[in-house]
């Protein structure tokens, strides 16, 4: 008898929920799940389907790459799925010469058999790598640079200063969407251990606002003009200071072979490389060092991919001129 009542309580809870149409012409129609399936309904009873996960129209579910999902209507995901979601759940996969692709998880393991990682950190140690570094732009050579850097598919860090900043925005644009890292280095290039503490955060941080407006991310690797510092100007920066640990003095001969054979006589694992994207003659020697670091077994990476393959944290404000 109790099973009897507990099986007439459950139908009419079902009844109520799901609604047998009282009269054989009453309107139905068809609602859909975000899992897939869908139910044929009468009309009157749509807003308790729509209150629990049903839809009027076909739907699917999209993800982004930070694993947010959505339920979105099918007629729909096509815009979607072009501004960058994702129609299963996806990881970024990455490769030591600097590559980067977005794969479904369901596909992940064949990619980590065919030389991918999940992280840069899970790399194999044995890989050698290095960063290039440019200064004092972006300038009118600067998309030179990047078409190299494009070509070998690597990676380098822009210590861009604001001032260039602002007259060359596309191009400080096409660097951070090729996935090269953008550093701060300062508004107009003083030296931030002769001003005032008020103006070493005026230089950084309009300098930031500046990057943050064009490229929509804020800079947090920092290279004091000169690579002159102090403690005062590192606690004022409170960020990490990026210094160098081979000087090509680019600047200063301006001549291709002089600064190719000042990198390649001298380069070993961890080496932060100091240019400048203010000369063709920069952009020549680019042309050549890349593709004989890679030749020796270099990875190019930024800045802040080498201090994570070498296990340094960069979100202590201090100064770095290598990574071991
Ligand atoms: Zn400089």
């Known amino acids: 008898m109790k099973k009897l009542t507990s099986y007439l309580l459950c139908l009419c809870f079902i009844l109520s929920v799901f609604c047998i149409c009282p009269e054989a012409e009453a309107e139905t129609l068809t609602v859909y799940h975000g899992d897939g399936s869908q139910a044929v309904i009468c009309a009157e009873s749509l807003s308790e389907y729509t209150n629990n996960g049903w839809y009027t129209a076909p739907v699917v579910t999209i993800y982004t790459i930070d694993d947010v999902s959505s ?37 992940a ?11 840069p950190a899970d790399f194999p140690k044995k890989v050698k790598a290095v960063a290039l570094t440019f200064d004092d732009g972006p300038s009118r050579y600067t998309p030179q640079i990047l078409d190299c850097l494009q070509r070998y598919n690597a990676k380098a860090t822009f210590f861009v200063v604001g001032n260039c900043a602002s007259t060359y925005p596309d191009t400080l644009l096409r660097a951070y969407n090729m996935g090269m890292e953008i550093g701060n280095h300062t508004l107009n290039h003083p030296k931030l251990t002769s001003i005032s503490s008020s103006s070493v955060s005026y230089q950084l941080n309009t300098t930031a606002d500046i990057i943050e407006n064009i490229t929509g991310a ?23 200071f990026i210094l160098w640990s081979i000087d090509t003095l680019d600047w200063k001969t301006r001549n291709a072979q002089k600064t190719v054979n000042s990198v ?46 070498k296990g340094t944290d960069l979100s202590v404000p201090t100064a770095h001129s290598r990574f071991k």
């Open 264 to 309: 390649l006589s001298n380069v070993k694992d961890g080496d932060i490389i100091l240019m400048h994207d203010l000369y063709g003659s920069t952009a020549e020697a680019t042309e050549i060092i890349v593709p004989a670091l890679i030749e020796r077994g270099f990875d190019l990476v930024t800045v802040s991919e080498l201090a994570e393959r």
């Open 218 to 240: 804020r800079p947090y690797l920092v290279r004091p003009p000169y690579g002159s510092y102090n403690s005062n100007v590192l606690k004022t920066a409170n960020a990490p």
């Open 109 to 119: 393991d064949i990619h980590l058999s065919e030389g991918w990682y999940m992280s």
């Open 71 to 107: 339920v979105v209507y099918k007629s729909d995901a096509q815009i979607h799925l072009s501004n960058g979601w994702f129609d299963a759940p996806v990881v970024k996969i990455y490769k030591p010469n600097g590559e980067t692709s977005i794969v479904y998880k369901s596909d």
